[in-house]
């Protein structure tokens, strides 16, 4: 998994044997992942890599995130409940996302032509960093360290195979990823985690 910026625009996010090679979904759809990067640059947010990603922060905060996929790529809204999506333009990654996050984008040439309206959502989402705003937690609902929460919004398949753990095997994540300390170490334990959660065990299972 790369940790370089560049190298997501170069090469890929080096998540899958494709990384590096013409058949990598960033190559595939490298013009538009361009475009969404200049725009995101030009509203002011700072750019850095996390998941293999692209990822924009502003206040401290996770703004947005870039993914690419074969049929399509994509900027992911952190905090996605809080957005008012007033043009209707954002969608649920998959059926296991609570709140429509992403503006979806199956053309290169899409985010050019979106250009107003996303430098919009953006700028909404950058005034929710900025004031602190947070989705209030729901009933009943673990508290996830930051990292996790980031991680499942950021990813659509790790998402939907968490919420389809038992509760007692979410708990064990929850507390295995949070003792960690340090967020570098949090995020390293994520990854890890991942093939697991996908598998459907918790942290205590073999």
């Known amino acids: 998994m790369i940790t370089g ?12 044997a494709r990384f590096d090679t013409p058949d990598c979904s960033a190559m595939i759809w490298a013009q538009g992942l361009a475009a969404l990067r200049r725009i995101c640059l030009g509203a002011g947010l700072v750019e850095t890599a996390k998941w293999g990603h692209p990822c924009y922060m502003h206040a401290g905060r996770n703004v947005v995130l870039i993914g690419a996929l074969r049929g399509d790529f994509r ?9 008012a999506d007033p043009l ?7 059926p296991n996302t609570r ?3 992403m503006i979806r984008f199956t053309d290169a040439g899409q985010p050019a032509a979106m250009e107003q309206a996303i430098g ?14 947070v989705m209030p937690k729901e009933t009943g609902e673990v508290e996830l360290p930051p990292e996790l ?9 790790l998402a939907g195979a968490f919420h389809a753990l038992t509760p007692g095997r979410r708990k064990s994540w929850v507390i295995q990823i949070g003792q960690a300390k340090q967020v570098a170490t949090r995020i390293a334990r994520i990854e890890r985690a991942r093939p697991a959660i996908m598998a459907g065990k918790g942290a205590l299972d073999r």
Do not use: N, S, T
């Not at 910026?5 to 899958?16: H, L, M, N, P, S």
């Not at 900027?75 to 957005?83: D, P």
């Open 5 to 16: 910026i560049e190298d997501f625009f170069a090469k890929g996010c080096g998540r899958c």
């Open 75 to 83: 900027l992911v809204f952190f905090h996605a409940g809080l957005m």
């Open 88 to 94: 209707g333009i954002l969608e649920r990654q998959g």
């Open 99 to 101: 709140h429509p996050d």
């Open 120 to 133: 919009l959502y953006l700028a909404e989402a950058m005034g929710h960093a900025e004031a602190g705003r």
């Open 149 to 157: 929460a980031e991680a499942l919004e950021a990813d659509a398949e």
